[in-house]
């Protein structure tokens, strides 16, 4: 039996509420595209891939990292068009390095077909265990449909053959080179042609030409499913489509829209999650993508699904929320709106792939040492112990401190340092467990900060350095459960 | 326990340049001005000075010894750039201190510089970003010491920023007394507590300027001092103590107070001689970057019991009328931190206040006058220390 062995999910803290984008810039909407509810938006120190880095954490939850063969990654926002983001990510997860890692990229159903592939490899055995980490940070001009449409989002499943929690039963795939929305290499924003052309012949059909296709192929109805699983472009066409193939309302997967909106590459696999978490043994999901076609799966819930409980995943991630506020600042933080960086904010340095490359585990993964005569951990890794009462020299052991829980020991909110999202927030943290260091907080206001409070750690986007190369590093998050 | 400095070394000219926005005049500019100063004072010729050290801590002041050198035009002597951060003016101090008492060299220069006010931005100039960590400002960093003091003893926000709002008015009314100070005007408790927020707790008053300047200082051998002037200042212990790295780095540090200056105080006192520092210290000039560095090191320094500083800020004790008066010539706070400078700077009140030349600030018959830096910031910092007297 093949299929998701684990699920993790990642919605960023702030929302913005669609009325606030109109009322910001309601001039150049067309009152007639005006959507209702809220999207989700990425703070400023999240992209793709710090996002999936998150999703993936959650994922990982008691399972061993070592046992992880590979790794995927689905988006079409990658920072990067030539460096892989797969082997960032894998990095930051720690995971072995002898793996195979790759993007899948170019259209917005890349997540169910890098699933696919994975599943592909743990059935012909060339791996037991592959990670599929997929996430989307699409911007949209100012005032446009497309900036009312678009949310940001992350997915991490587990595929493999051990602890199966929903075997992948089958699928059956569409590809058209169906020009619907597009991004040429030089620009930064997505095009799109007129949106009754998409909705009518693009949309309104493949999703359900694939899941036709499926059963078809399996000999299969609708009454055979307990949810049917597909992402939202357009309020009301979602429910036709559905309704067109014979299904029933309250078989359709919630959608999300007016929660976190079109998250784009993650979008099906994060209502997927969202459906795992209300099923129960013996359910039948099927699940649709859409882009350039579309990808239709079929998963079958097993009695395993209630070891995976303990997740994050879309449910908690949902209710993890904060309104962005004002729209000036949804647009700072995305980098439409180029504000002054002054003297200060300049000051950038250029990222040293050297240094990178020999401390990509301390930078990304976060591994610091523990002394094997005293037991402190410490970061960053030391070669002599940092204990006054031990000072042993080379008798360290390596010691991951991403998956662990502290405290803040001290903060301040800085409004010298440098941030497109000011204060800049940081303070000391003590680690459960020993080991202390100084970090960035986030996803946070000041107000809310203080000494003594939990915190949990997150993968970000430190910094753009001068030649656009994005750097990452963890930062504390508070605990709010 | 070493031998230690004490009296083998005499100050015997000073200089010091007037501090502030100096749109005027480059770092160059300045340091001739100290030196002009300075050696005038010690009454001595640029030909009689066979060793010098400067200290300077932004790379844009230049590197090397040379360009001092080649400032003075000093004769192929050995010249040594110095940088220890906040303490590199009193780093240079050290260097000549050492050259003389060793007997290597008979009249040492030491002087320091630092020009802020060419970068186009507030603040202290930015060193880019790091790949990891935070990015922390001075002020941010010392605002994580304000908030641990804060919780360690039981002060709410607003106690706390009270506590430390009173060091700034009492520097900035030393400051109006100085005119080689920066800012020169009295400040009152509300507008330190409601003055905009720089780095939570801290406010714009509660932060040091951003200024320009330098400072000199001739020394040598303690019994050769009377040959040049009547009453030479005699060096009593100079001490450097920097961060061992638990402070950040391993958690039994209670980062309410500065683990370095505890230690370079007391072996200052030891090297000094001194017993009780709240009773024999006749007046103190410290590194108030912040006023809750100022706070604090009034504990670290002995000054005043642990977490009972603020009965002693409040109670006037560290005013220029005081008990023992704390920044008599507006400190950090008035002056503003040219960082190589302000060691000497701080010296060079210390040096003025012991010969009974502080004008209108002038302390009443001063025995032991001490300096402190602090650079970096608490949990990851270097200290000097100086004690002077006659």
């Known amino acids: 039996m093949v299929g998701i062995t684990s699920y993790g999910g990642y919605i960023p803290w702030y929302r913005i509420n669609r009325m606030t984008i109109y009322g910001a810039i309601g001039t150049w909407l067309n009152p007639a595209s005006l959507l209702p509810g809220e999207k989700a938006v990425s703070n400023w120190d999240e992209d793709s891939i710090s996002m999936s880095v998150n999703a993936a954490v959650d994922c990982l939850t008691g399972i061993e990292r070592e046992k992880v063969d590979g790794l995927y990654f689905a988006t079409t926002t990658s920072p990067f068009t030539e460096r892989q983001a797969g082997g960032i990510i894998a990095t930051a997860l720690d995971l072995r390095s002898d793996i195979r890692t790759a993007d899948f990229t170019g259209s917005i159903s890349g997540a169910t077909t890098a699933l696919l592939s994975a599943c592909d490899s743990v059935t012909a055995g060339s791996a037991k265990s592959i990670m599929l980490c997929s996430a989307d940070c699409r911007i949209a001009k100012a005032g446009g449909p497309l900036e009312e449409q678009y949310g940001d989002g992350a997915v991490a499943l587990l595929l493999g053959d051990d602890g199966v929690i929903a075997s992948l039963d089958g699928s059956y795939s569409l590809s058209y080179d169906f020009m619907d929305h597009y991004r040429v290499t030089q620009d930064k924003f997505n095009r799109q042609w007129e949106d009754r052309w998409i909705r009518d012949e693009g949309y309104g059909k493949f999703i359900g030409e694939a899941i036709a296709g499926l059963m078809k192929k399996y000999s299969m109805s609708p009454k055979d499913f307990t949810k049917v699983v597909y992402p939202c472009l357009y309020a009301r066409a979602h429910g036709a489509i559905a309704k067109q193939l014979g299904f029933e309302a309250e078989q359709v997967q919630e959608h999300m829209f007016t929660a976190i909106g079109n998250t784009g590459t993650p979008y099906p696999l994060m209502m997927l999650v969202a459906a795992l978490e209300e099923a129960k043994a013996g359910d039948k999901i099927l699940v649709a993508s859409y882009g350039n076609g579309s990808d239709a799966l079929i998963f079958t819930v097993t009695k395993e699904i209630e070891k995976v409980r303990d997740r994050k995943g879309i449910k908690k991630s949902l209710e993890f929320k904060h309104d962005i506020g004002s729209y000036e600042r949804f647009i700072t933080c995305n980098s439409v709106l180029p504000i002054d960086t002054a003297g200060r904010g300049e000051e950038t340095s250029l990222t040293s792939a050297s240094k990178l490359w020999r401390e990509r585990r301390e930078i990304l993964g976060l591994v610091g040492t523990k002394c094997k005569r005293c037991g402190t951990p410490q970061y960053p890794p030391q070669r002599v112990c940092v204990n006054p009462a031990c000072g042993a020299i080379d008798e360290m052991e390596d010691y991951r401190f991403s998956d662990r829980k502290g405290h803040i020991f001290t903060y301040t909110g800085d409004l010298l340092a440098f941030s497109p999202n000011p204060p800049s927030l940081y303070g000391v943290i003590n680690f459960d467990g020993g080991g202390r260091y100084l970090m960035d907080l986030t996803d946070c206001e000041q107000d809310k900060v203080k000494v003594g409070l939990p915190v949990e750690l997150s993968f970000r986007r430190k910094y753009i350095d001068r030649v656009g190369v994005s750097g990452y590093f963890w930062k504390a998050r508070p605990i709010t459960e | 326990m070493p031998e230690g400095i004490k009296d083998k070394v005499a100050i015997i000219g000073m200089g010091c340049t007037r501090f502030g926005e100096r749109w005027d005049k480059s770092g160059d500019d300045l340091m001739v001005d100290a030196f002009k100063e300075c050696i005038e004072d010690a009454g001595i010729e640029k030909k009689d000075i066979d060793v010098a050290y400067w200290g300077a801590f932004y790379p844009m002041q230049g590197l090397s010894g040379m360009p001092l050198s080649t400032l003075l035009h000093l004769p192929f002597i050995g010249v040594t750039h110095v940088e220890n951060m906040c303490a590199s003016g009193t780093e240079a101090i050290r260097g000549a201190t050492y050259a003389v008492a060793s007997g290597a060299s008979d009249i040492a220069l030491a002087i320091g510089v630092e020009k802020l006010k060419d970068v186009g931005y507030g603040g202290l100039p930015a060193f880019g970003v790091s790949m990891s960590g935070a990015n922390l400002t001075a002020p941010g960093g010392f605002a994580m010491l304000a908030t641990r003091y804060f919780a360690t003893y039981n002060l709410s926000p607003e106690e706390g920023k009270r506590m430390i709002g009173r060091v700034s008015v009492k520097s900035h009314h030393n400051g109006t007394l100085n005119p080689k100070a920066h800012l020169r005007r009295e400040v009152t408790l509300d507008d330190v507590v409601k003055a905009p927020i720089i780095a939570w707790p801290l406010g714009l008053y509660d932060c040091c300027g951003v200024s320009d300047g330098s400072a000199a200082a001739i020394v040598v051998r303690a019994e050769e001092a009377k040959k040049f002037r009547s009453d030479p200042v005699?060096?009593?212990?100079?001490?450097?103590?920097?961060?061992?790295?638990?402070?950040?780095?391993?958690?039994?540090?209670?980062?309410?107070?500065?683990?370095?200056?505890?230690?370079?105080?007391?072996?200052?006192?030891?090297?000094?001689?001194?017993?009780?520092?709240?009773?024999?210290?006749?007046?103190?000039?410290?590194?108030?970057?912040?006023?809750?560095?100022?706070?604090?090191?009034?504990?670290?320094?002995?000054?005043?019991?642990?977490?009972?500083?603020?009965?002693?800020?409040?109670?006037?004790?560290?005013?220029?009328?005081?008990?023992?008066?704390?920044?008599?010539?507006?400190?950090?706070?008035?002056?503003?931190?040219?960082?190589?400078?302000?060691?000497?700077?701080?010296?060079?009140?210390?040096?003025?206040?012991?010969?009974?030349?502080?004008?209108?600030?002038?302390?009443?018959?001063?025995?032991?006058?001490?300096?402190?830096?602090?650079?970096?910031?608490?949990?990851?910092?270097?200290?000097?220390?100086?004690?002077?007297?006659?």
């Open chain 2, 234 to 390: 005699y060096i009593k212990a100079l001490q450097i103590a920097i961060s061992s790295g638990e402070e950040i780095q391993y958690t039994d540090f209670d980062m309410a107070h500065v683990e370095s200056t505890t230690h370079a105080a007391a072996r200052a006192y030891k090297e000094a001689g001194i017993k009780n520092a709240r009773e024999e210290i006749s007046m103190a000039e410290v590194h108030d970057c912040f006023s809750i560095t100022e706070t604090v090191t009034m504990e670290d320094l002995q000054f005043s019991p642990r977490g009972h500083a603020r009965e002693d800020i409040e109670s006037g004790f560290f005013d220029l009328d005081g008990g023992l008066p704390v920044q008599p010539d507006g400190g950090l706070k008035c002056f503003g931190h040219p960082i190589g400078a302000s060691g000497i700077r701080m010296i060079y009140e210390m040096y003025k206040q012991l010969q009974g030349k502080a004008d209108a600030r002038q302390i009443k018959d001063p025995k032991y006058g001490l300096t402190h830096n602090l650079g970096g910031v608490p949990h990851a910092n270097v200290c000097s220390i100086a004690i002077v007297g006659l």
